[in-house]
């Protein structure tokens, strides 16, 4: 069956009716006010500008690394009308991208573009959903205080280009992907009372994480592992989650039905050490940070099962958060422990709602102690802001961007085979050797939809339009987030006078 221009927009209405129907839901529990939502557009347009203004200054207009890919896998029979449903559910490495090559081949028939910059732009909308999402999920269980506190937790590691992979590589898409569908399932399915609509809206967003990414399935697994610790706590809820444990589990077995299996070599001291860094985020070149950055998390747990009482809907949601951030972290360090303990930064969005997660934790133990934690949360994702900046970017910059941008432009150019050199040698595909890139780049359909400021003299105007956009919603962003921290002060009572 062909996947054309009538199934493509049946694939994004889906996605997003999926979306919107489960936001609906997942809002119909309580009722928000103004300055609720009003924190919660300001920190979206916090990280969307933000963000934008990051990929004005970093990234690249011409495709590279894997996004090669795209143009004669995905692009060619897709105008040639020959994509078949069944490449959109074709393993790349170790994941299934359904969702990323949708929303890939959107972008491409709005603008019949193969422009990574462009690609980046429409992320940042991904980038910034979540964050506004869950700042409306929680603003009514949140005293005016801990909203605050929560908005810094969850716009700063959004805001800052951290993840700079994932902010200016338009092929990443596949992390927001996970977030966005994981934390409306987390919410939903986490709910005191599970109706029927929550439950097939939240099994639907369960699935899209499925083929998201290879590790979406540890989204059912941390719901499952959710359900099953509250039951063996409190023995009478456990048929309450019946409808949790089987739609959980039925993902989990799609999950594991449709996965990669690759065997990596590793060993336990390597193991632990990728995922002990991974956990200590922001502090990743410290794996015993681990310890201090998950301090609040595991004491609010501990404090919780001793309770012996049923979960509320935030402390579920917490576990459930939790657990997957664990999980990731786990699968993180099984398959890059073999040649580097360090997390590459595209798994900082979701290693960052670890520290939102702990950072909830700290909000409900309410001392001292947990303030200072809060402060030592907040210096660490600065100095991983300086490190990202002045480590990771360069080192990247060198090994292939600056060097393939400047030579796809001269053999664009030239015609002359000797110009591609560093190409091959980094982004570790053998099809694209010198041979099959100069290949792809003499191909006259990869020409005419290679972007105007790649072809020879070329130039584009987008960088200056994305500096001006990005500067106005940021700051735009941050006088809505302002004027919502302030709105529940100006309606505070005062105290009244006691009588004579």
């Given at each position: 069956m062909i996947f054309g221009p009538v199934s493509l927009c049946l694939a994004v209405a889906t996605m997003a009716l999926v979306t919107s129907a489960t936001t609906v839901v997942a809002l119909r529990e309580e009722r928000r006010s103004r300055d609720m939502w009003m924190f919660a557009i300001g920190l979206f347009g916090i990280v969307l500008g933000a963000s934008l203004l990051a990929v004005s200054r970093w990234a690249y207009d011409?495709?590279?690394w894997d996004q090669l890919t795209e143009g004669p896998d995905w692009y060619r029979p897709f105008s040639a009308r020959t994509l078949a449903w069944s490449q959109m559910l074709e393993v790349w490495v170790d994941h299934r991208i359904v969702p990323s090559r949708v929303w890939s081949l959107m972008i491409f028939s709005l603008g019949h573009v193969w422009d990574n910059r462009v690609q980046a732009v429409w992320n940042t909308v991904l980038h910034s959903m979540p964050v506004g999402m869950l700042m409306l999920f929680l603003a009514p269980k949140l005293k005016p205080l801990e909203r605050v506190l929560v908005a810094v937790a969850l716009a700063l590691p959004a805001a800052l280009p951290l993840a700079?992979?994932?902010?200016?590589?338009?092929?990443?898409?596949p992390f927001y992907f996970l977030q966005l569908f994981g934390l409306l399932a987390f919410w939903v399915l986490t709910s005191d009372r599970i109706g029927w609509a929550p439950l097939l809206l939240g099994a639907a967003c369960l699935g899209l994480c499925v083929v998201s990414l290879g590790s979406g399935l540890l989204c059912a697994l941390a719901l499952l592992c959710t359900a099953a610790l509250e039951s063996l706590r409190v023995?009478?809820?456990w048929r309450g989650h019946l409808r949790l444990f089987a739609g959980a589990a039925l993902m989990v077995a799609f999950g594991l039905g449709l996965g990669v299996h690759r065997p990596y070599e590793t060993t336990l001291p390597k193991l632990a050490e990728g995922v002990l860094r991974a956990l200590a985020y922001p502090f990743v070149t410290r794996s015993w940070m681990a310890v201090i950055m998950w301090a609040p998390g595991v004491l609010w747990f501990v404090a919780l099962m001793?309770?012996?009482r049923r979960f509320s809907h935030l402390e579920r949601f917490m576990v459930a958060l939790g657990g997957f951030v664990v999980l990731h972290a786990i699968a993180i360090g099984w398959a890059r422990s073999s040649f580097s303990t360090m997390p590459a930064t595209r798994y900082y969005d979701v290693l960052a709602l670890g520290m939102f997660f702990n950072v909830l934790a700290a909000l409900q133990g309410r001392n001292l102690v947990l303030v200072a934690w809060l402060l030592v949360a907040l210096s660490g994702t600065l100095w991983l802001q300086y490190h990202v900046?002045?480590?990771e970017l360069p080192m990247w910059r060198m090994l292939a961007n600056d060097r393939s941008s400047s030579e796809m432009r001269a053999y664009l150019e030239t015609g002359d085979p000797k110009q591609i050199e560093w190409v091959p040698h980094t982004i570790g595909m053998p099809r694209f050797d010198r041979e099959g890139m100069c290949r792809m780049l003499d191909d006259p359909f990869i020409r005419s939809i290679m972007p105007p400021s790649v072809q020879p003299g070329g130039s584009s105007a987008l960088p200056g339009r994305l500096l001006v956009a990005g500067?106005?919603?940021l700051s735009l962003g941050l006088l809505m987030g302002l004027a919502a921290a302030l709105l529940p002060l100006r309606h505070r009572r005062p105290p009244e006078a006691s009588a004579p």
């Open positions: 011409h495709p590279h700079i992979q994932n902010v200016t590589w338009g092929f990443e898409s023995r009478s809820t001793r309770q012996g900046i002045e480590v500067s106005v919603l």
